[in-house]
């Protein structure tokens, strides 16, 4: 489950204080040093109960003029609190994240799946968290060896249960990418958290999986990328460079999602089922154990 970092400081800071102090320190997730730095200015800002209000009453009555750097990119639960910041570890940003609890209304209207509860995943990034108001959500926690995943939708995975638990106020955690799963529950009234989120350039080339817990298998992907859909609108165009990238890239990138991509563009435009036999046959002898599994599925139906 996510590690966690307690952390014995009573003091607050504001939020401007919070962001140039993470900048500075760099915060890389596989550092233990600055993780310690980074969390202890996280408890600081979660010590001061009247920054996020105050913050939220200027982006409703516009009174802040659009200096502020909140923003809601990340959806109606997330609240972006600091703009990103490059360093020599990668990035970060602040987020505050909103969790409603089943009573409340936007729930109601919205649903489970709207705040991800009840849909397993990992991370491709790493976070601190801290629970800043209300009971906070439940979580039930799994670990898991990412190195031995291919990634293909029905692959069953060795999930290894934690515990349930949930994030009360105070409570600080590193997040860890490609190793903890949760599967969220809904708070039982609610809540907010916030996050110290690393950004890592080369995170968009890993997947992030959702997971079935009763068949203890991969069942989706939830990472794709720019790149991917490029490719495929590309082929869809039938232009000769576009294809014969495709070609290259099916190959030989090194990122297995987007090899598959290249396979399945392709297959799009393929005239007749023994000209898609033909490419499918290639992605299985591909090297990737993903594109093979999907490209023996593929073979399956088309006979």
Known sequence: MPQIIPVDDARACSLPEAIEALAALDFDPDCEQRTA??????????????????????????????????????????????????????????????????????????????????????????????????????????EYDYESVAGFAGEKVD?????????????????????????????????????VMHVDPVQCWFDQYGFDLE????????????????LRVAVATGAGEALDLAEQIGKSHPSDRLRLASFEARAARCPDADGEDALWRTAEASGSRMVEAVARERRAALA
């Not at 955690?173 to 907010?192: A, F, G, K, N, T």
Request: proline fraction near 6%; include cysteine.
């Open 37 to 142: 730095q980074a969390a202890r200015w996280l408890r600081r800002l979660t010590n001061n109960r009247s920054f996020l209000g105050d913050l939220l009453v200027d982006l409703v009555t516009r009174r802040s003029g659009g200096g502020t750097a909140i923003d809601s990119g990340y959806g109606p639960q997330a609240i972006v609190l600091s703009p990103h910041r490059t360093g020599a570890s990668g990035g970060m940003f602040l987020r505050a994240n909103i969790w409603p609890a089943e009573q409340d209304l936007c729930f109601r209207n919205s649903g489970a799946r709207s705040f991800v509860y009840g849909v397993p995943h990992d991370h491709d990034f790493s976070f601190l968290t801290s629970g800043y108001f209300g009971p906070g959500y439940r979580s039930d926690y799994f």
């Open 159 to 195: 999930l290894k249960f934690i515990e349930r638990s949930a994030l009360h106020p105070g409570k600080l955690m590193l997040y860890r990418r490609h190793l903890d799963i949760h599967s969220q529950l809904p708070p039982e009234s609610l809540s907010v958290s916030l996050n």
């Open 215 to 230: 068949e203890q298998c991969v069942n989706a992907v939830l990472s794709p990328n720019s790149t991917e859909t490029f």
